[in-house]
């Protein structure tokens, strides 16, 4: 049965090292479009981080979708109608700041509109986050969060003061919330039904697919779940050892446009 859709992450996977679609990377999800398979792009982004790209890649046109927040958020690209749209509650929130606290870990959480800290010294990783995805950044107290959709929080430091936080962590957390490393730098904790898998099959059954009809296209830990749950997992040839264990297929590396590569190998011919 022929894939008809396929999901493909950003960092690492769409994008090459110096953050660029490639021309084959392009040509490919146009040859698709045309053929009528969707290309949906699926990030742990917001969905401002992503818009850019859309337009690049000339998804922002009728009956396309996107999946940001590793799955919290499943929406038209262009009438922004959301099929899915999972969030923390306040509560999970103040659970989640006071352990970050406690840890040492600087930490942020993140809605539709903007990236909210706690810290007062804004994490250096804070201020990435904001120009990598386009957002505002704002210093909220705790109480100041009670009336905010936060979609997911993220603990952000040094990789090692990160591991040393990671491994801390309670139990519990893992078992009320999905964890997920999408960096050496970022932990992202969303509710525990979010993750891109579920996300995906969710707007496949939507549009009237089988499993078998779909691909997944990434490379980091964040990607697992869609990569479990897709007919046909690709893993990137950068992508992590682990992952490749469970692809059904390795593509090139990001910076050999690897996307296209698989596109037009599996998915094309």
Not at 5 to 27: C, H, M, R, W, Y
Not at 125 to 151: A, C, D, G
Request: aromatic fraction near 6%; hydrophobic fraction near 40%.
């Amino acid at each position: 049965m022929s894939i008809k859709l396929v999901a493909v992450d950003i960092d690492g996977t769409l994008l090459n090292n110096q953050k660029e679609i490639t021309p084959e990377v392009f040509s490919a999800v146009q040859d698709a479009k045309a053929a009528g398979v969707k290309i949906v792009i699926a990030t742990g982004r917001p969905i401002a981080g992503v818009q850019k790209l859309l337009e690049d890649l000339e998804l922002n046109q009728p009956d396309n979708y996107v999946v940001t927040f590793n799955g919290g958020l499943v929406q038209d690209t262009v009438t922004s109608q959301e099929l899915i749209k999972e969030t923390l509650t306040y509560d999970d929130y103040l659970d989640i700041e006071l352990l970050g606290r406690k840890l040492g870990v600087h930490m942020h959480a993140i809605t539709k509109d903007g990236i909210y800290t706690a810290n007062r010294n804004i994490g250096k990783y804070t201020v990435y986050e904001s120009n990598l995805v386009s957002m505002p950044i704002f210093y909220r107290t705790p109480e100041e969060m009670v009336n905010k959709e936060i979609v997911k929080c993220m603990y952000i430091d040094e990789p090692e003061i990160l591991d040393a936080a990671i491994a801390k962590l309670p139990p519990e957390l893992a078992e009320k919330y999905t964890l997920v490393k999408s960096a050496p730098f970022y932990l992202e904790i969303v509710k525990k039904t979010v993750n891109k898998g579920a996300a995906i099959l969710h707007l496949a059954e939507k549009l009237g697919l089988s499993k078998e009809q779909t691909m997944a296209i990434g490379d980091e830990e964040n990607d697992r779940a869609m990569l479990e749950a897709v007919g046909s997992p690709v893993v990137m040839e950068n992508g992590k050892e682990e992952l490749k264990k469970i692809a059904k297929y390795i593509t090139k590396s990001n910076d050999e446009s690897g996307v296209a590569h698989a596109i037009r190998e599996w998915v094309l011919k």
